[in-house]
């Protein structure tokens, strides 16, 4: 089997995320968006997709490492083709991203998975055939009724748990939102939240990634005493040895990371290597793909440790699924004035629809699983 | 996909193979021998064969820990099935060992490419469609003109270079041959090798398996002089500081390890975090399969560190070519009074032909591309 055309189409739709003046999403009003379907195609007529946003189609980009590592050649050797892109990374001037890595790899295990005629989450070990998720929230904000306060945060754990969700993910108040960055702030939404939903729902926090040793350290503390799962990147990662130090000094909390570090799955070694994480972090479109992805897992069960995957869509929920200690799947971010099960525009059925139960079950198509609307997409192509 | 049967035939051929008193192989006359085929059957026909040695398949371990764990499974999920059999071996007082994990991994990974269409070694990454092999030598004997002398390794070498072998690995002389275990002997073969076949052929020893510290470390020594590759396993396994303390006084010398220690992947892990070894061993039959050392190989891979097959059979050569971190597939055991390239009665043909460049060639077609002759096998049942 040969690789015989690598494409990408740019495509309006609508979004109704606003970003603020650090990035972060909250609700806002629908406005226009793009996104980006990447292709890859072999002369049999085989198809792998992958969804990303509209800059990491470059046609620069594709021209020059993309398309000469891929034309020709025979898709179902997907980390050899890994390689022969990232080498490219190094002299590619910061062009050839890891988001450029991860797309081309999830749209090869999609057309492998087709190829195969099997699923993808079954090719990387098939340990699971539904796995449970946790709700993960937007950032606060400042929207009445919705994640202003604690309280806001309590009622809306008290309607995720209606839901059916068995574990949900904090994600704090982050600037520009008024008195953010806080500790205290969130300590106080993680207590209302611990509180409304009892001691036996699992409670995670991803809070502001620049704080202090010492405020890393007290919110951590706090989060112990609320039987807290986990604790995310509250510090800037390139510091491994300050995650060392609050690892060594947090011994009930779980610290989970990397996740924005460069690096792919060498950082994930040498923060599992170094004791700088008693859990350890992979997303598809943070490491490159599913293939680092599923090397990092690998590594962390060498050790008893759990990898657990950040990110929606059906790349992280198919390495979520296969590996065996990974233990959740990330949905998100959820918002009250957001409806996260409608399908977007191009899409037929969203990647993980969730059952009453707190369970993503995985598709028994071939491929990713992804069920998009490509009448939608080729109407609407910019 | 489901299974429907689990099946096993014992069947005779014939073996030029003689065991010594120690275990080690050795050319002697054709004697009777058995082998089994162990085959995973799935309700839509669809079957994976793994090839092994009889015990294998005593039938009590079979309905005991085997069918139970398959039959009605889907037997595209290898990891999740592996975990399965895998947790029944702590409590079953040795009668589940290593070999059967890995006869039921291969057979499942053989019946997942052909239910694919794909080659194994592609579907764990297909990173080589070659792979080089190393000549991998019988333990030195005491048959005239076999391998009794230094000279006879040296001529020996010289023809296995003219073969194509571009790498050669020696095992040395083990009790019970006379004189044995001396590095003396060991370091004047290799000595000896390194003369007759130049600088640029690439040499490793396996020698005895139970020398001392300071016994391993002379003759680490002096393959360093000899500008060796590797040296494996010249103590016991189970003593890792003895291997983290040989790693950091060879620094020229490679030590390729753990090969028989128990623990599979765990196992190795620890050796690669503690230092205890500079390129990891796996081998589908030493660690419980494909499934095992695609993860060891994974775990190197974080660590910029090789990780070097142990064994022959279509199931190493899949690992080794699929994953990037793999430099050889040994291919033997060979002995100046042996045909390897003969196929075996049961075989159509030897899983690992190889050019006249050294290179084994990586087949096509599905599965773990054996060629067995069942008509062969079915006619000589036990």
Redesign the interface.
């Known amino acids: 089997m040969r690789i015989e055309t690598v494409t990408a189409k740019v495509f309006r739709h609508s979004s109704t995320i606003a970003r603020d003046s650090d990035g972060h999403g909250h609700p806002g009003p629908a406005v226009p968006a793009s996104s980006a379907l990447f292709t890859i195609t072999s002369y049999t007529g085989v198809q792998g997709h992958a969804l990303t946003r509209a800059p990491d189609v470059d046609p620069a980009v594709l021209d020059r490492f993309v398309r000469p590592n891929l034309i020709g050649q025979?898709p179902?050797?997907?980390?050899?083709l890994w390689?022969g892109i990232y080498k490219w990374q190094r002299l590619s001037g910061g062009l050839l991203t890891d988001r450029v890595l991860a797309m081309v790899d999830l749209a090869l295990w999609d057309l492998?998975g087709k190829?195969?005629?099997?699923p993808v989450w079954?090719?990387?070990?098939?340990?699971?055939d539904k796995v449970p998720a946790y709700a993960s929230t937007m950032c606060g904000d400042d929207l009445p009724g919705g994640l202003a306060t604690p309280d806001d945060y309590a009622r809306y754990a008290e309607w995720l748990v209606q839901r059916g969700y068995k574990a949900i993910k904090l994600h704090g108040w982050m600037p520009p939102m008024p008195g953010a960055p806080d500790v205290r702030k969130d300590a106080a939404a993680c207590a209302a939240v611990r509180e409304a939903v009892g001691p036996d729902i699992r409670l995670m926090l991803d809070p502001h990634h620049f704080y202090s040793r010492s405020d890393a350290l007290w919110l951590g503390q706090r989060l112990e005493a609320l039987d807290f799962l986990w604790m995310e990147e509250p510090m800037e990662e390139a510091s491994m040895s300050s995650y060392q130090w609050l690892s060594s000094n947090l011994t009930r909390l779980n610290i989970l990371g990397p996740e924005t570090a460069a690096g792919k799955?060498?950082t994930?070694?040498e923060w599992?290597?170094n004791g700088a994480c008693d859990m350890v972090r992979t997303g598809v479109w943070d490491v490159g793909g599913i293939?680092p992805s599923?090397?990092?897992a690998?590594?962390a069960?060498?050790?008893?440790i759990s990898c657990e995957v950040h990110g929606t869509g059906a790349g992280n929920l198919a390495v979520a699924a296969?590996?065996?200690n990974c233990t959740y799947y990330e949905r998100g971010l959820l918002h009250p004035f957001l409806d996260y099960e409608a399908p977007k525009e191009y899409q037929l059925r969203i990647d993980d629809e969730m059952d009453s139960d707190g369970y993503v079950n995985l598709r028994d198509m071939p491929g990713l699983g992804q069920d998009l609307d490509f009448d939608y997409i080729d109407a609407n192509l910019i």
């Not at 190829?115 to 099997?118: F, H, I, K, L, P």
């Not at 069960?301 to 008893?304: G, I, K, L, Q, V």
């Open positions: 025979d179902l050797r997907a980390d050899k390689y492998i190829a195969s005629g099997q079954k090719l990387l070990g098939g340990h699971k799955h060498w994930r070694g599992v290597r293939n599923l090397k990092i690998h590594m069960e060498c050790f008893h296969g590996v065996p």
